[in-house]
């Protein structure tokens, strides 16, 4: 074990959130005299920039056009959360998107733009205007390196490849320990406040879009401080996930259909209409409920995402890095033929629950980006909203952390050296368990069965010595009952939440 070592603020996650609120948090630093200035560690569970912001296909939202404004992006997010967002913090994101914006392009984003110089802005679902800032179809990969250029440029200091694998309250402070994956070490961390942006939960499920690190340990850790989670049944499904029989599962950005590729059914006949007047680009919870109906009435695992309409030059301007994707991973070339795909875990709408400074139910633990609940996104978010909530929370929290007082001398004489609890599961079986019982449409006698079986498992697990995989399997077990038995204290259908009603059939 290293030394303790002690910083004001520890951020958790390096993707929008943890790096947003690191840089406006180190720039206010820049502003005070050496011995008033607060210090700062960014943590990454793996690779530093490789994040779920990284793999970012479509872009941000915002309403910078000017036909639009913050009222009609407000209502779109409204509409498409099912009426239970929080309206006072939706309105305060994207009042601050356009602003939020502009510190992305000073830090070195670049947003495509038109032939007249404005941005090129893109549609997706659920949006009634054009509203997606993006650069090609790697807006994440750009906004990543322009996080870093400006975190680089203040001198942030970041720890990559450690895991948070348990934290405790500690007088007014938290006690941290990270794991060392590379040195096999541990390292204990005191901060006085904590800041988790540690990402989504899609490695709970069999397949998903998020990066291999994405399984909610943020999430948990905050869960055994004490903070309220909310909504962790609030699973949105992208759409169109690529249809691979074998591999690594890659997404079909919505911004293919805001461009005009249509969903088809095997029979090559388009059926969004059928299901919602505003078509393959209605929300993301309608489309991908009726890819599941036309999935089952074919019985196939997979419907038909038609890009051929689409002008080639169109395409090979916007949509390279698709194209590629699509032809290594499946030899489809999508300008000539119709790609195979099926919804798949994307996003998690709920998380550990803050107030409109991203502050959680527990002092002096923040909670930003995906692994938050701020009300945002009700019960199904609109598409690109979340790169938005990411940056503009991030502001927030540090707005909020940078009015506090430094760190208290604190001296610690009992680090607590015991390893966390954990269990040996087979968590491919926690997966298909949870896949099956917690997907696009449910069951509650599924749901039901799916919590006993997960807690007969948890049973007759066998502690097993500490190594980061059993914490993570440990996590997913943990996390998939406390999924499941969200969804089922949820009495109605919304949103991303659908349980097939039961039917009578005596
Ligand atoms: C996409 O490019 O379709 C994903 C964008 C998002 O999840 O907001």
């Known amino acids: 074990m290293s030394k303790l070592k002690v910083y004001d603020v520890l951020v958790l996650g390096s993707g929008i959130g943890g790096l947003s609120f690191a840089n406006y948090f180190l720039e206010k630093q820049q502003t005070k005299s050496l011995n008033e200035q607060l210090s700062l560690l960014v943590v990454s569970k793996g690779e530093a920039d490789q994040t779920n912001t990284a793999w970012a296909q479509g872009g941000i939202a915002a309403p910078v056009n ?71 179809d790697v807006t994440g990969a750009n906004i990543q390196k322009a996080l870093f250029n400006k975190f680089n440029h203040l001198k942030g200091e970041l720890k990559a490849q450690c895991v948070a694998i348990k934290v405790t309250k500690s007088g007014k402070g938290f006690l941290v320990l990270l794991y060392d994956k590379v040195e096999k070490i541990l390292h204990p ?123 080639i030059d169109h395409l090979n301007q916007h949509f390279s890095n698709i194209i590629k994707n699509c032809i290594d991973r499946v030899g489809i070339d999508l300008r000539k033929e119709l790609i195979p795909v099926m919804p798949i875990q994307h996003y998690s709408c709920g998380g550990i629950l803050t107030d409109e400074f991203g502050m959680s139910t527990v002092e002096g633990l923040y909670a930003i980006g995906e692994c938050a609940s701020t009300g945002l996104h009700g019960a199904n978010r609109l598409a690109s909203n979340s790169l938005l909530e990411g940056i503009c929370m991030a502001k927030f929290a540090s707005e909020k952390i940078n009015g506090g007082k430094q760190i208290e001398t604190v001296s610690i004489t009992n680090i607590p050296t015991d390893l966390p609890d954990q269990l040996s599961v087979d968590v491919d ?27 007969h498992l948890k049973r007759n697990a066998l502690n097993t010595l500490f190594e980061v995989a059993d914490f993570e399997n440990t996590v997913t077990l943990e996390l998939s009952i406390l999924l499941l038995q969200d969804a089922i204290s949820k009495e109605e259908s919304i949103g991303v939440h659908y349980v097939e009603p039961i039917t009578d059939n005596r």
């Open 189 to 311: 961390i005191y901060c006085a406040q904590l800041v988790m942006a540690t990402g989504g939960i899609g490695q709970l499920f069999l397949h998903t879009t998020n990066t291999k690190d994405s399984n909610g340990d943020g999430i948990f850790l905050a869960h055994q401080l004490g903070a309220a989670i909310r909504d962790l049944a609030m699973v949105q499904f992208h759409p169109t996930g690529l249809y691979v029989k074998e591999g690594k599962d890659f997404l079909i950005t919505e911004a293919l259909r805001g461009a005009g590729a249509e969903l088809l059914n095997h029979e090559h006949e388009s059926f969004m209409l059928k299901y919602d007047q505003r078509g393959s680009l209605a929300p993301r919870d309608i489309v991908s409920r009726a890819i599941w109906n036309e999935m089952k009435l074919a019985v196939k695992p997979f419907v038909w995402l038609d890009a051929t309409k689409i002008s």
């Open 66 to 136: 000017e036909a639009d404004s913050v009222s009609l992006h407000v209502m779109d997010t409204l509409n498409a959360g099912a009426f239970v967002n929080d309206v006072s913090v939706t309105e305060k994101i994207i009042t601050q998107a356009a602003e939020a914006v502009q510190d992305l392009i000073s830090w070195g984003a670049e947003f495509d733009k038109n032939k007249m110089g404005e941005f090129d802005l893109g549609l997706e679902g659920g949006h009634s205007n054009a509203r997606i800032l993006h650069h090609r």
């Open 429 to 455: 079986q926690v997966k298909l368990i949870l896949s099956e019982a917690a997907g696009v449409v449910r069951n509650r006698l599924s749901m039901t069965n799916a919590v006993e079986n997960l807690e």
